[in-house]
């Protein structure tokens, strides 16, 4: 039990905690679960990080960037921690598990450093440090350090609480379907810092998904390294598939719309795309990096199949799955990549056609297998223009399939006010709400808060290479209050 979770500071003032997340969707849902746990403890959540008894950052490690921004973050605090001793700092997640002690040495001043397999301990191990007065440590154990078994009880599940102020919307949630990776990937740090493939059980699943929706959320997306590898072997014996999760979900009365991310394209078994076909609630889009279009590439990188197997499986999709949404991932400048070899990307950009890229230049990550096996032989004016070059031919093609769209209508799951400042003619001063379609499509349009939640009918008019633009139905909007 922690301690009285009222400030010392001022007499009846409770503990306020303030939290900045980097990363990938896993993040913000860990990031949900400990403020969750510490609400709990009697902690109340701030965003004025001036106000707050313990400061937070739940890191990345897959891009460099990411690292940096978390080091600007920890020097720019060191004047309140200077001004305030009492005010706790932590290290969470990735970097947490990668840079260690390391962290220590560029900001001594971090009270807690705690990795991604260990986040249900932030609370005991806040009051800990406070309790000694030294810096405290909770850590998986590296990959190389025991048999399977010994390293995977290490990264402990932790998915009990729920907070629903940590969400993008009262209306979404995200559920964890399992933890760590097994790819190993050359490039990738992510089964280093988050352990070996688990499976969570899917009766557990089902019961979050019931909590979630009994909270009012109407679309869960299901998270995991590479989410479509899900398997979890009962006691008698049999398997449970992503497929297989896909219907149980259905089946839960105020859950509408389920999506799934990432997935793997040698993990695409047909049983998964005829449940996303067949199930209502499945969304019709499919995240499924391909990082490279060239084979020698792809070997460097050991992503285990070629550009034709990827390009076969994207084939299978569409035919399963009429009109689905499919968005990739790519790596630009990874070592060795020639001009032929991007070009090999482009092409396999231009016949895809996918909805939207998510597009990187190579970075160098310490710890994994691409440090040790080759150099980082790309200039980074060549990475940085093949990274503007692709962006721009993916920018082209989602625009001209978006505008394909206008005069059609599609329902909407509407999320809230649109953060966009992408404005159709004539729309100034009007309020813009946002939701996005059963294959992952942003729609902005005219509307209020009584829309918010539910799911709309919209008349598309307009559009850009990222969002739609259009005008919710007279029927859906009748009886709403403004």
Known sequence: ??????????????????????????????????????????????TDIDQA???????CSVRQHAEDKTYSALGRIKHIKKRRPEVAVGVLGCMAQKDQGAILRRAPHVDVIIGPGQIGRVPELLEKAKAEGAPQLALSLARTAGSRETISASFEGYDPDREPAMRPSPFQAFVRVMMGCD???TYCIVPSVRGPEQSRPPAAIVAEARQLAAQGVKEITLLGQTVNSYKFREGDGRTTRLSDLLYALDEIPGV?????????????????????????TASRYIHVPAQSGCD?????????YSSSFYEEMLARMKETIPGVAVSSDFIVGFCGESEESFERTVGLVERS???????????????????????DDVPEEVKKRRNNDLLAIQTAISLEDNRRLIGTTDVVLVEGPSRSTARREGWDGMSQWMGRTA????????????????????????????????????????????
């Open 53 to 59: 008894d313990t400061i937070l950052y739940n890191t």
């Open 439 to 482: 294959c992952d499509r942003i729609v902005v349009f005219e509307g209020s808060e009584g829309l918010a939640g539910r799911f709309v009918r919209v008349s598309i008019e307009d559009a850009s290479a990222v969002t739609l633009f259009g005008r919710v139905s007279a029927e859906d909007r009748a009886g709403i209050p403004a």
């Open 296 to 304: 020698e590439v792809l070997r460097r990188m050991k992503r285990m």
């Open 1 to 46: 039990m922690a301690d009285d979770p009222i400030s010392s500071g001022e007499p009846g003032r409770r503990k306020k905690v303030y939290i900045e997340t980097v990363g990938c969707q896993m993040n913000l849902l860990d990031s949900e679960l400990v403020i969750a746990r510490l609400r709990d403890e009697g902690y109340e959540l701030t």
């Open 183 to 185: 790819k190993f990937c």
């Open 353 to 375: 056609r996918f909805k939207n890229s998510f597009i990187f230049k190579y970075s160098r990550r310490q710890g994994t297998r691409a440090d040790a096996l080759f150099p």
């Open 256 to 280: 509408e719309r389920i999506k799934f991310i990432t997935s793997f394209p040698n993990d695409m078994t047909d049983d998964l795309l005829q449940a996303v076909r067949d199930l209502p």
